[in-house]
């Protein structure tokens, strides 16, 4: 029997477990934007790393505290603005930037956007890839890039974080670090980017 399609598959998650999907997302486009803060000296990746770090923490600990307006507010302080030269590393760490902000949001009880924001980060990290592979004329359309191994290998992906978030429904500390060194563990971010080895250890 054919499996729902991802975003089927997000959407039939508990709140939580779509908060600790997306994070595994977000740990493979993290270092996109480091890499581009680093090059072109422009955003705060500490700023963004903190963020993560306390979503992690929340999803834990179910006390813990996140002023969620203020962390989405200085994590869209650093999200690069489109410039002129647009290059695939900008664009990878807007999308990164705008996966995180959408993550917090999801924190929110309140939060009337939810049902499109849940599958953001999966669309976004997608998006990350379509735009490398027209940037770089491996494809020259959407639909192609959909059937091009390296979209196949992001989907795939995704489905198997999906196989291993489906089967927990409470997280602690240990589970949620496993889960981070699942997610870092090709080494590469979602564009193919060797991760550092620094980067690879979740705290």
């Known amino acids: ?8 598959r997000i959407r039939a998650l508990t709140s939580l477990q779509q908060i600790v999907f997306n994070q595994m997302l977000i740990e493979r486009m993290l270092p996109n934007y480091q890499l581009f803060s680093e090059i072109s000296e422009q955003g705060d990746y500490k700023v963004l790393h903190h963020a993560n770090e306390l979503i992690w923490q929340r999803v834990y600990n179910s006390k813990f505290k996140i002023d969620i307006n ?38 929110a009880k309140d939060n009337e956007f939810k049902n499109k924001e849940v599958t ?21 359309h959407s639909q192609e890039a959909l059937q091009h191994p390296h979209m196949m290998w992001e989907i795939e992906t995704q489905n198997e974080f999906l196989d291993e978030v489906e089967k927990i429904n409470k997280f602690d500390k240990a589970k949620c670090q496993q889960l981070r060194k699942l997610a870092k563990q090709e080494g590469v971010t979602n564009l193919g980017i060797e991760i550092e080895s620094s980067d690879m250890t979740a705290e």
């Open 120 to 140: 953001l980060p999966s669309l976004l990290s997608q998006a990350t890839i379509e735009r490398l592979l027209i940037t770089t004329a491996e494809v020259e």
């Open 1 to 8: 029997m054919k499996k729902p399609s991802t975003f089927a």
């Open 70 to 107: 203020l962390q989405q507010e200085k994590v869209e302080q650093q999200i690069p603005q489109q410039a002129e030269s647009d290059s695939i590393g900008l664009y990878a760490a807007i999308d990164a930037g705008m996966a995180l902000v959408a993550n917090l949001s999801l924190l």
